[in-house]
């Protein structure tokens, strides 16, 4: 199994992307999905995570408000709506599954997003 992400780009400060970690196959509906960040020289953080059943969502304060997770597991996906981007949003966004019970955790490649004028 793998999740793969996409949907990276760039963008001007203000500007929306919508990122997406799609499942090799029916990964997600066991698994509680995340996405992370990794901003050049810096460390990699957790910014948002839906659980399995979708009932718990928590996100860091940096993008509270502005970021918005998604899961869709008809379609072994999750989603990650970005609004008012900043330059500071400039990373390295990363999918990662955790089991709900017990296996192996999986992390994406990564898609870099880009913020600026």
């Known amino acids: 199994a793998q999740v793969e992400e996409s949907g990276g780009g760039h963008v001007q400060p203000g500007g929306s992307l919508k990122l997406a970690c799609v499942a090799s196959d029916s990964l997600t509906r066991n698994y509680h999905m995340q996405w992370y960040r990794q901003a050049p020289g810096k460390q990699r953080e957790m910014i948002a995570t839906i659980s399995q059943l979708g009932g718990n969502i928590f996100y860091s304060d940096s993008v509270k408000g502005r970021f918005t997770i998604l899961r869709d597991d008809f379609r072994n996906a999750a989603y990650l709506e970005m609004t008012d981007l900043r330059p500071e949003d400039t990373a390295t966004y990363f999918c990662?599954?955790?089991?709900?019970?017990?296996?192996?955790?999986?992390w994406g490649k990564g898609t870099l997003v880009s913020v600026s004028p």
């Open positions: 990662h599954a955790t089991p709900a019970f017990q296996g192996l955790d999986y």
